[in-house]
């Protein structure tokens, strides 16, 4: 399996909800990175955490990262339409060279 | 800045065809990766460059996969020939520094169907 596997796959959610999602990896790391993808177009990062710190916040984002259990959890409040993407965890991995391994992603659509 | 710019963003092929797929990184960012995105194996790195320089090329499926960065501002793969698996989405993607710092940015990518 995949360094970066992400759950649930797909979600679906209404409008003014919270949206989470997990992500797991194998390997320690240097930092996880969130990306956002839309239909059709690249990625977009939306927020960096590292390996020492354990929570951080950005807007509406809310990532956690648990090096113990090798996991990170991302958190999007007030969920809008317009956050229907795909989400990957990436990460760096420590003594892994410069280079980012993506997790599965997760699939989420927010409904009006 | 416009970003990281990619070419085509659309190619049709048949099998056996070569395909040169071109980049163009963000001005003053030193590292440049290639990535490729199927719903079978996800967004796997093919390889990535640091200073034009080639570092790991460990992801390129096979010898028909090729990436050359000639200078700073222009980075191609090249498939050749090319097979109906190599049907994927191709992105590229730069960044400056040390990625335990910083974010990839990703350009739009060019959707490659083989026949």
């Known amino acids: 399996s995949q360094q970066g596997e992400e759950d649930p796959q797909a979600l679906s959610i209404q409008e003014g909800e919270n949206a989470t999602m997990n992500c797991s990896y194998k390997?320690?790391?240097?930092?996880l990175q969130w990306y956002r993808q839309n239909s059709g177009r690249g990625l977009v990062h939306l927020i960096l955490i590292r390996s020492n710190e354990r929570e951080k916040h950005s807007g509406r984002l809310r990532v956690t990262l648990d090096t113990s259990k090798k996991s990170s959890s991302l958190l999007i409040t007030a969920s809008r339409a317009a956050d229907t993407a795909s989400y990957f965890c990436?990460?760096?991995?420590w003594g892994g060279g410069n280079k980012l391994t993506f997790g599965t992603g997760t699939q989420l659509k927010v409904e009006l | 800045d416009a970003g990281v710019i990619q070419s085509p963003r659309h190619e049709v092929t048949e099998m056996g065809q070569e395909v040169t797929l071109r980049c163009k990184p963000i001005?003053?960012?030193?590292?440049l990766f290639w990535y490729r995105q199927t719903m079978m194996r996800g967004l796997e790195l093919l390889i990535y460059?640091?200073?034009?320089?080639?570092?790991?090329d460990s992801g390129m499926p096979e010898d028909r996969f090729s990436a050359k960065m000639p200078n700073a501002s222009f980075s191609t793969l090249k498939i050749q020939p090319s097979e109906p698996r190599d049907s994927a989405v191709y992105f590229c993607?730069?960044?400056?520094?040390?990625?335990?710092?910083?974010?990839?940015?990703f350009g739009e990518g060019s959707r490659l169907t083989v026949l």
């Open positions: 001005s003053g960012h030193d590292y």
């Open positions: 390997t320690s790391i240097n930092n």
């Open positions: 460059f640091n200073n034009n320089v080639p570092i790991d």
């Open positions: 990436a990460t760096d991995a």
């Open positions: 993607a730069s960044t400056k520094g040390e990625l335990w710092t910083g974010e990839l940015f």
